[in-house]
């Protein structure tokens, strides 16, 4: 079912390895009145209106005043046919958890609350420029533990320069033994145009090699095996019942609708993505200028998505579903993978094997597909 994204492009203060699209700004209301106009104008592309997850992502959408998270809610629910039981998620930062907030987005709705916790080491989180402290990160756990939300997750960093495997393992027992029923766990990549980036080319910053970041990847698959936490999809990780529903979707190429600017969005066959602008955003929402891109996806793109970000999931990817048959066009690469055991084909459908989800973006390039080839 369609999922809606609103994305809330605002933070507290820029980390140093961030490339979303976010402001630092604090006058923030001619964006989000954008932000419903434009919910108004597009509340028809969704064919039956029927919507099973919302996602406030962002940026930081624990900033807003709980009441705009409600507003937004509420607008929904009277734009769409929000599903009963829809999953509604907001991305929260520790430094903006209290009960009382937690109560208060609660009762506006949310169900699930996705923590951006990154590391539970002052001297991690301080490196990384978050506007939180490792106290904090953990009395926010404590707090949404015991809010009664239907689920939960965290978010965790590894790949951190100098890190140990004796360092990744106390962040993933400290998160374990605060009962997490879900955890998003990515390696620090370094995007351009990132402070992060900056310092690595001036030389302050090194890089862990690739065998130090791919030893912490197998400890944590291996931890989460211990914990009963499924590895649904390459960085996620959940209880039985606890996985994300929203982003479940994305991966399984369901439509979606993005709100706000720099948000994309997907009808089935093209992709649309806002201007990652909020000023340019938010006066071609008032004039009714245009204010975004689309393209539309050929078979061989949608092909090569469907094998993208299918095989990050333990699911895999259905051959048969597959617009080009890219398994008989890449043969030699198909065959090649198979014999050194990174995939294999479990009921007609492709999954990576334990080994091969240390390379699941380069096996997937592997096997992409040109239109050429049809
Ligand atoms: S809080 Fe999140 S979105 Fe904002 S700068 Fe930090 S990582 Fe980026």
């Known amino acids: 079912m369609p999922g809606l994204y609103l994305h809330i492009p605002f933070c507290r203060q820029a980390c140093t390895y961030c ?28 064919g039956d209106g029927r919507v099973g997850t919302i996602y406030f992502g962002g940026g930081t959408p624990s900033l807003l005043e709980p009441g705009r998270i409600a507003a937004f809610i509420q607008q929904a629910q009277d734009l769409f046919r929000v599903e009963r039981d829809a999953e509604i998620t907001l991305e929260a930062n ?19 609350i996705s923590l951006g916790t990154q590391s539970f080491r002052d ?63 990515y390696c620090l990549t370094v995007e351009s145009k990132t402070v992060l980036a900056h310092q690595v080319k001036k030389g302050g910053v ?28 390459i960085s996620n990780f959940g209880q039985p019942g606890h996985y994300s529903r929203h982003n479940t979707s994305y991966w399984e190429g369901v439509p979606y609708l993005g709100i706000g600017p720099s948000a994309h969005s997907f009808d089935g066959s093209s992709r649309r993505w806002n201007v990652a602008n909020n000023a340019r955003y938010g006066k071609a929402l008032r004039e009714g200028s245009s204010y975004w891109e689309s393209e539309t996806l050929t078979p061989a793109q949608r092909t090569n998505e469907r094998l993208m970000t299918g095989l990050r999931t333990a699911k895999g990817v259905d051959i048969a579903k597959l617009e080009i048959d890219a398994l008989r066009i890449n043969s030699s690469a198909f065959q090649r993978h198979v014999s050194n055991g990174s995939i294999s084909m479990v009921d007609g459908r492709l999954v990576l094997s334990r080994a091969g989800r240390h390379f699941a973006d380069r096996i997937a390039s592997d096997l992409f597909v040109t239109d050429d080839d049809r």
């Open 19 to 46: 490339d979303f699209h976010f402001s630092t700004s604090t006058d923030r209301s001619a964006v989000l009145d954008a932000m419903e106009l434009e919910l108004v104008k597009r509340s028809k592309e969704i």
């Open 206 to 233: 090194h890089m862990p090699e690739d065998e130090d970041q791919s030893a912490q990847f197998e400890r944590l698959m291996e931890r989460m095996e211990q914990a009963g936490l499924d590895q649904y999809e």
């Open 123 to 185: 001297e991690r989180l301080r490196w990384m420029g978050r506007a939180h402290d490792a106290r904090q990160a953990l009395s926010s756990i404590g707090l949404i533990a015991n809010a009664g939300f239907r689920t939960w997750t965290i978010d965790l960093i590894y790949g951190l320069p100098q890190m140990t495997l004796d360092e990744w393992d106390e962040q993933l027992t400290i998160a374990l033994d605060h009962g997490m029923p879900h955890l998003s766990a």
């Open 94 to 112: 520790p430094d903006d958890i209290s009960a009382e907030r937690l109560a208060e987005w609660k009762a506006a709705g949310i169900t699930r």
